[in-house]
């Protein structure tokens, strides 16, 4: 992961992600332009995945109790 993928929003990261897929789809590139996007696209994957798994994790801990509101559940 690079330190642009780490600064990316997550929506910038997957519409880039969608950007690389058509290309390579495509089979218009070079192997060697192909390889260059397979590699960022597998960057922008993994920063995709890190967020997701964050904001999973942070959902996890929001909890909504029996009288509607919500609270914040320390975890383990």
Do not use: Y
């Not at 290309?23 to 994957?45: A, R, V, W």
């Not at 942070?58 to 109790?65: A, E, F, G, T, W």
């Amino acid at each position: 992961m690079t330190k642009q993928d780490k600064q990316m929003h997550f929506e910038e990261a997957f519409k880039r992600l969608e950007v690389i897929v058509g290309k390579l789809e495509s089979g218009d590139l070079s192997l060697e332009k192909s390889m260059k996007l397979f590699e960022e696209g597998i960057g922008l994957t993994e920063a995709c995945k890190t967020r997701l798994e964050n904001a999973e994790q942070k959902i996890q801990l929001l909890l909504k109790s029996s009288d509607g509101n919500l609270s914040l559940k320390e975890s383990d």
